[in-house]
């Protein structure tokens, strides 16, 4: 492993890892073939550019029961008025969001975080909802979490504006409460929208509650994780990883979110993105 990575593991806090067990080529490719098998065939990263509706990207039913935190189904929110975001082009759909009141977490923001990174990604990765420091700076991964996500991106080879960066939920939920189901609802389709605009060849969910949103599932993380998930529209793979706020309490979890980025990379190799023009 090169110099560079190694200095980027360090900074994820994985000095020891790198050094006792930071995977060579060699020791990637059974990663890489164990994953081929249950990977999109190479159309799949041909995501369409058509924007579905929140309950198309929904996997078969789970067991809400099996986990009493986790959201509502999205299938029991009733329609509002037709929703802004569906093929807006990124100035628009960006104004939309800043000016978005469809929901009362417009209320306790001191800005809609709308996202960053390259508009023609390879990876696009996506927390849940904006923090009191994402609030504040308008950084959808902001503080000491988006240090050690820069820090984890690097060490995969791509630099922190080669991906788009995003959450789930635009708007600070007061007091870091869960979202409610409603308001995941009405907020879902601007990321389906974001994803229409960059059409991802590898989607990576920052923690559970992105993944169950995504994927339609009550799985808890230890069961999200490991595994290459598909969304169905736009049909791109999905891995699921730990939030960097998390890791940052759990730092013996970060060997853990070295393997997911491992995962993701042997999925879909990350490349520094095009720049415009
Ligand atoms: S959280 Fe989403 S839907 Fe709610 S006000 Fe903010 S941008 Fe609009």
Known sequence: MEARRLAYLEAMGLEVLALRGAPSEAALAPVAAETTAVAASPTAVQVPVEVPAPAAVRAPAATPAAVP??????????????????????????????????????????????????????????????????????????????????????ACGVQRDDVFLTNVLKCRPEDNREPEAAEVAECLPYLLNQMALVQPELVICLGRAPAQYLLGTDLPLAKLRGQVHHLQSPAVPVVVTYHPTYLLRAPQDKRKAWEDLQLAMAQVPPLPAEREG
């Open 69 to 154: 935190s986790a959201p509502k189904p999205l299938a029991q929110v009733p329609k509002r008025s037709p929703h802004p975001a569906g093929q807006l082009a990124w100035e628009p759909l960006a104004a939309a969001v800043a000016g978005c009141e469809r929901c009362g977490m417009c209320v306790g923001r001191t800005q809609a975080v709308f996202g960053m990174g390259a508009r023609r990604a390879r990876w696009m990765v996506i927390g849940e909802a904006p923090g009191v420091d994402e609030d504040r700076d308008g950084d959808p991964c902001a503080g000491k979490a988006g240090e050690l996500l820069t820090a984890m991106l690097r």
